[in-house]
């Protein structure tokens, strides 16, 4: 496992990390979930990552009963707010009360004295960026929050927030967490370029497209029936067009050239990417991180980057 920067910290988080959306609190069992957790450990996995929101914060109870057997400072780990945790008016976005009530909610479903790094899981129109950064950086010298990220703000968002932390000196923001694929590839017009200029290290969700660059969806075949797809239903199926599944049947063809699988050759192309510090994995089954830890490392060839290219085109 190879280690990268988190944006401009000091911070050192492994190329992949490992996610619990949709996974753990849900259609994973418990044992499952923990035994994942624990083989990440074992291959060199030292970031995880969580929200309050996820199952309504039982993802949280499971990440930290599962991360209780390792010694505190062996693991980072990035937990959310901004999702409803209730119906009051209060109990959702990311004004100063939901925050701190938030931060306190999450640390005791994890059980933990601190969290690493703690974003503001969205954008929250009807609050003032300085009110959510200045609730964070009080956190932050509080000593509950180690580092502040932001997950699915624009680039504008983010210059005016390193604006205002540097006005108000207030702690900047070091990490984003936007999605990211070969079949998804905004992120590259705008929020890497601010990211690269500001410090601020981006920790990429959906990096194999909910599994859609697994390779086991096949164009014109029925989902499988123990596939996430099943399952998890709305969100992977923006990937799962006849176009999309016929390009990542020949990235396929790439990969075996390279001798890698399909998932391996995904997330080595996130990872070209020296602004990107971490790729989200969402393993369900252990096999699945002993494939896609592999990947940190492998340098894609500029003659498999034009392949690519000219697939994606």
Request: glycine share 10%; hydrophobic share 40%; charged share 25%.
């Amino acid at each position: 496992m190879q280690y990268r920067r988190l944006g401009g910290s000091g911070l050192k988080v492994s190329e992949i990390s490992l996610g619990s959306w949709l996974t753990y609190g849900g259609y994973v069992e418990e044992q499952n979930a923990v035994g994942t957790i624990k083989l990440a450990v074992e291959s060199g996995i030292n970031f995880f990552d969580t929200a309050n929101v996820y199952m309504k914060g039982e993802a949280e109870r499971v990440v930290g009963e599962a991360l209780r057997g390792y010694q505190r400072n062996s693991y980072v780990l990035a937990t959310k707010v901004w999702g409803p945790m209730g119906d009051g008016p209060n109990d959702r976005g990311l004004s100063r009360k939901h925050i701190m009530e938030q931060c306190e909610a999450s640390l005791k479903r994890l059980g933990m004295e601190y969290i690493d790094l703690y974003y503001c899981h969205s954008i929250d129109p009807s609050t003032p960026i300085e009110e959510s950064l200045r609730a964070m950086d009080d956190l932050v010298r509080q000593g509950k929050v180690l580092y502040v990220g932001v997950s699915n703000w624009t680039a504008s968002m983010m210059t005016e927030a390193v604006g205002i932390a540097d006005r108000k000196l207030l702690d900047r923001i070091v990490a984003s967490q936007p999605p990211y694929s070969i079949l998804r590839r905004d992120i590259e017009q705008e929020i890497i370029p601010v990211g690269t200029k500001f410090g601020i290290g981006q920790v990429v969700y959906s990096p194999l497209a909910q599994g859609v660059l697994s390779g086991k969806y096949k164009p014109g075949a029925e989902v499988p029936k123990d596939s996430r797809a099943a399952s998890a239903g709305q969100a992977i199926q923006r990937y799962l067009t006849a176009d999309n599944l016929t390009r990542v049947e020949r990235l396929g063809e790439v990969a075996a050239e390279l001798d890698l699988t399909l998932s391996q050759l995904a997330l080595a192309w996130v990872l070209r990417q020296p602004n990107v510090s971490s790729a989200i994995i969402g393993a369900s089954r252990p096999e699945q991180i002993e494939e896609n830890v592999k990947a940190s490392g492998v340098v894609l060839p500029a003659e498999a980057l034009k392949k690519i290219e000219a697939i994606l085109a």
